[in-house]
Every structure is written in C-alpha cells, then in structure tokens.
C-alpha cells in the first residue's frame, strides 16, 4: 500500500509539472505558397539578392534565412559556405550556436514556473540563492591591482529585475565597463561558452558575491541575469535545466535539434564560427570562450543567458508558439494572458531608445519605432546571438523572420538590417 500511494504522489507531481493540452490547436510550421498567407513570391525573391550579394562582397561566408506568415513558412533558403576551410555549402538545416537567443527561452522556462505560483516575480532572489543576501554596489575601483570598495545595496534584487537587465549585474567579458571585466575575470565568473567542468550554479555562485554596477533596478545593464534565471529553474523545478527545457519545452514544440550540447549524430552539421582573415574565411581561435563548445568538454554548463544550439525552423516553431498567444500543436506552453504580461514594458525609459523597450523575454518595438521605417509594426519582438543569429515576430501582421549566420569581426555586414526591410515588403494582401 506505501508503495502504491507513493507511485500515486509521483504520477500527481509528474502530471502537475507536465505541458496540459490545450482547447486550441495549431499546427507546427509547415511550408505554403507566399501567396496563399499574402505575400508576394516576387517580392520576397529580393532576399535571394541581398544575401547573394553580401557573400560576393565578402560580407559573410554563408547564412540561412526564413520568413514564415500565419503559420505557413513562405520563404526558406540557405546561401553560401557552412565552412569554407572544409568546403562544406550551408544547408538548411544547418545547427548555430544561438547564444543570447537562449535568454527567452529561458525567460519562458521562468515564466512557466510562475505560471504554477511557485514565486513572485518581486521576490528577492536571494529567497532562492542565499548567496544573493545584501547585495553591495560597486564604490571605488584600483586599477592597478584590481581592489575595489563596495557600499550596500538599498534593496535585495528581484527575480524581475534579473530577467529585464535591471539588477545591476554585469556581463565579464563583453561587459562595457572594464572594471567589471576584471572583477569578474579574477573571480573566476564563467561568461559564455566553456568545456571546462564547472556548473552553472557553481558559476552563479561566484557571480553573487561580486559588486553592481548600480542599485537594482536603477539602471539597464546588460547582464548575466538569465545564467542566474536558469540555475533559479533547477532550484524551483528539481530538475537539471537542460532536461527541464527538453521535457518542457523542447520536446512539447517539436524543436529536436536544440540542446545544450550536440547529440554525437548532430555534431557535424554545427556550423564553426568563422572570421575573415586575409580576405578568407576561417575558424575563429579560441579567446575567452571555446569555439569546441558545444561538442566536446565537460558538458556540464548549462547557461541560460547563451548556451544553446539551434536551428532557424526550431526557433521558429518556438517564436510561433508567441505568436499563438502560447500554443502550439494543441500543447499549451504559457497561457494568453501571461504573454500579455511577459510583452509589456518593464523598463520605460532606461533603454534609452525610444523606438523600443524591453519586455520580460524580448526587445519590443514602439510605435516610434515602427514610425521609424524598417523594423515591422508596433509590437514586434525580437533579439540576437553573439556570433550573428538574429530573429523577430510581428504579432499584428503574423510575420516572423530568422537570419542566422556564424561570424564574428565581420564589421561590414548589414544584412540583419536589410533583412527585416525585406521581409516586410514581401507582404503583400
């Protein structure tokens, strides 16, 4: 009988966590006609152009590009070279460190979460990770040893402010302020991509002990806040982030060539990143994360601000599941009105662009914004990788676009830019 009522109790808490089906059902992206959704074949043929002529003029190696409107993929192509030192053309299908791109996804897995009441978003952080407590800010730096001194913090950092780069954390290695990239150098902070053997609790952990920039929620300041989100994931679920984003999220939307780190029948098709050297492409060296990443190594950090892998048509599927109001394939993710909250303005002015804000998971456009020309309607949500993915979806017109390419020093390249343009032009009802 103990036995029974324990399986009872692990079948109620197994079903409890489960993605519920939902009354709505829609289906997967699948490809259709431009014309069938209203758009123009002709128009969106303009595409084939601008990344044809961007790889002649040495712009990029290669990229993949993809539009899709309700639902219906309409324009889906790849141009170029994968590798150019192997020889390898770009493939559709083709598999691209994603890097910042992780950070909705992550956001998503919090929100999912919060959908369950298991914390509010104005709780203090430190509720969850001790480590947090009476957070100090940063007072006076030496360079020439690295000493600092710190004052306290006038209040605890809230989940809320980690999720919208308001707490006052900083990023290490890309941060702006060279103070904080010797801070966190010397304490041994893990920024992106790593084959070391290190957790990323153990690298939050580190994280939490350093100085802010400024007093949470004083200022935005782009952050290691979703590597912190996805430890708070594991904390608050029981489970490892990567299995909780595959059980939860991934496997529910169909994205099966998303992860962490590559299935071994997967490796091959991951694109390198590459850099122009001498007017040739080649593999980037290491610097201070490993290109090696993520085939080989410890395969033990999980971050949540930059670590995962993935292909266009995966986040796609996943942008459409947003555009769906939370759904897809009769599964539901978020309900309607938490995407409600998760796409409202949570920071005002501390941007400081006024054609956009950040929401809880993504950049957000303005009515300004859309004003502006070139970068869809009001609403339109969106963001980018480190090595030169990019995406956005246009809830008013239903549009989504992905471009994503593998580089980095590639200066000269405005194609992300001319992207979005034409996109939007390719509409056509």
Request: charged fraction near 20%; proline fraction near 5%; charge should be neutral.
């Amino acid at each position: 009988m103990k036995h029974l009522f324990t399986g009872i109790c692990l079948l109620l808490v197994f079903t409890a966590a489960a993605q519920t089906p939902s009354i709505k059902k829609s289906p997967p992206l699948s490809e259709a006609k431009p014309e069938s959704v209203g758009m123009s074949a002709q128009r969106l043929a303009r595409i084939d152009s601008m990344c044809l002529q961007a790889i002649a003029q040495n712009e990029v190696p290669g990229m993949v590009a993809l539009v899709a409107r309700h639902g219906k993929i309409v324009y889906y192509k790849a141009f170029g070279m994968a590798d150019n030192a192997a020889g390898r053309m770009m493939k559709r299908d083709d598999i691209f460190r994603i890097a910042s791109q992780t950070k909705a996804i992550t956001a998503t897995a919090v929100m999912m979460l919060w959908e369950e009441g298991k914390f509010s978003l104005d709780d203090p952080i430190s509720n969850f990770i001790p480590e947090f407590k009476n957070p100090q800010v940063l007072k006076t730096f030496q360079f020439s040893d690295t000493t600092y001194t710190t004052e306290p913090a006038k209040d605890e950092i809230t989940i809320r402010q980690l999720l919208t780069h308001t707490s006052g954390l900083g990023y290490g290695a890309i941060d702006g302020d060279e103070r904080f990239k010797m801070i966190y150098r010397k304490a041994g902070v893990t920024d992106l991509f790593t084959t070391d053997t290190i957790s990323i609790g153990e690298s939050v952990k580190k994280l939490a002990r350093l100085p802010l920039h400024h007093q949470p929620g004083e200022k935005f300041t782009y952050s290691e806040g979703l590597d912190v989100m996805g430890y708070l994931v594991e904390i608050v679920s029981g489970m490892p982030f990567d299995r909780f984003l595959k059980t939860r999220i991934f496997d529910p939307l169909g994205m099966k060539d998303t992860w962490f780190y590559l299935p071994d029948d997967k490796a091959a098709r991951l694109v390198p990143v590459q850099r122009s050297e001498k007017g040739a492409w080649a593999h980037y060296p290491a610097t201070f994360y490993d290109p090696a990443y993520p085939v080989s190594g410890a395969k033990r950090f999980f971050s949540g601000g930059a670590g995962l892998s993935s292909t266009v048509l995966d986040y796609a599927n996943f942008l459409q599941m947003y555009l769906n109001g939370g759904e897809l394939n009769g599964v539901r993710i978020l309900s309607r009105t938490t995407i409600q909250s998760i796409m409202g303005n949570q920071t005002k002015d501390l941007v400081g662009d006024p054609g956009s804000f950040y929401c809880l998971a993504f950049s957000v456009l303005t009515p300004a914004g859309q004003d502006a020309g070139g970068r869809s309607s009001a609403g339109t949500f969106g963001w980018g990788g480190y090595f030169n993915t990019s995406y956005f979806a246009d809830p008013k017109e239903g549009v989504i676009g992905l471009l994503f390419k593998q580089t980095q020093q590639t200066y000269s390249d405005d194609t992300g830019r001319k992207f979005r343009v034409l996109a939007g032009q390719g509409i056509d009802d």
